[in-house]
DNA sequence: ACCTGAACACCGTTCAAGT
DNA sequence: ACCTGAACACCGTTCAAGT
């Protein structure tokens, strides 16, 4: 998951004792906290330092600088959000493509609701990043995991499975990160929701194989 | 537009002289160079106001600080776009819901593509940022814009065309993001900007009232 | 192997002095 | 009304000294 970071944001060691590993993981939690109380703006290695209780000289034993040290917290984020995404996929091997949809959008849906201060504050963190690498290696994981799903659908099938699922992907992460961003009324937000789904069902009928009655193509 | 701009972001005062309207100019135009030039690690006031030609003390008689000048910069910015597409859908008026789709698909696609470095950097620049303001007039704009477009549809009709709307747009600007930000190969990109488009429409005829042929609920 | 914290370079911001 | 730039507080990062 982490081949092609770039070497300037790789972690400059791992920690061998336990103690170490104690001071590795005070840092993340230090980090995840000043980031929420404080926001992003005063997210500084002196008060992460502090706040963890090691001195700023160890987190430079771990972390070349200040952006690897957001980078490996956001890997951390991205790689378990990856494995709730991939499990909600393979939860609906064979089932319809409506139930297919529902799950995916549910599943980053909740991701990212559960804690939106979090979120928020994470995604900002990670904005002035050189982040390409991490976009690639979770979207690499998230489509396979829906590639494998929509290729059982019990009820469609599609001639060019890979592009149908890029679309339905970027759609679904990017309406959702959209709607999650304009901080919309919580009824608001859930009508869109609604609809996003029945639009990912009215996009994959028409473009399915089967089922010809909902085939829109002129 | 800049009504609900947060008081801690708003600029200092406006220029009254003509040689203070040039002084903001420049210091626009440097930021945006330096932005581009050495990317947003290396945008610093003290970088901008050099390359600007203009004293530090300059600059903080505009902007209350560094922020407020990243907030300024895209408000600019913004505005411009929300012109462009509004433009766009004003261009439409009675057109196929087809037209429509695609007109709003690329005119945010091209002003996104136009220059990529530039859309990148301001995006990075912005997300450390309060930019809910921003992002919220950005919106109110485009909506309404989109909103009397798909109203004036000569093909479709729709009874909550408020919510299909406001998924709409959510869907287009979140996938051509998406999309954007994946930065994947532009052929591959192209594919997925198509079939956004036929999402969007089959989305668009599935919730109509009229064409019952299209319709594919259950 | 891991931790410490004084020291240094640089950045954001101010303000008294100028025109 | 507008501009200047030395001065200050604070931040990121290093490194010699420790256990």
């Given amino acids: 998951m982490t081949q092609s970071t770039p070497a300037h944001l790789t972690p400059r060691k791992r920690p061998r004792q336990a103690r170490a590993k104690a001071t590795l993981e005070a840092i993340f939690q ?11 703006y005063r ?6 330092a502090e706040r963890a209780g090691v001195s700023i000289g160890s987190m430079y034993q771990y972390f070349p600088h200040k952006q690897a040290l957001f980078y490996a917290l956001n890997e951390n984020y991205l790689d378990a959000l990856a494995g709730r995404i991939t499990a909600a996929c393979q939860a609906q091997s064979g089932a319809s493509i409506e139930q297919m949809v529902a799950a995916l959008v549910n599943a980053y849906w909740q991701a990212k609701m559960e804690r939106p201060e979090v979120t928020r504050a994470l995604y900002r963190s990670v904005a002035e990043l050189d982040n390409q690498a991490l976009i690639a290696s979770f979207a690499a994981r998230v489509d396979a995991a829906a590639l494998t799903m929509f290729a059982s659908a019990n009820d469609a099938s599609f001639a060019d499975l890979t ?3 890029l679309t339905l992907i970027h759609c679904v992460f990017g309406t959702v990160r959209s709607v999650f961003e304009r901080n919309l009324p ?3 937000a859930l009508t869109i929701r609604d609809h996003l789904m029945m639009m990912c069902v009215a996009y994959l009928r028409s473009v399915s194989d089967r089922s010809p009655v909902y085939n829109t193509q002129k």
């Fill in 43 to 48: 997210l500084t290695t002196t008060r992460v």
């Fill in 30 to 40: 230090a980090t995840t906290q000043v980031l929420i109380a404080e926001g992003p």
């Fill in 163 to 165: 592009a149908v699922n």
């Fill in 186 to 188: 919580p009824q608001e």
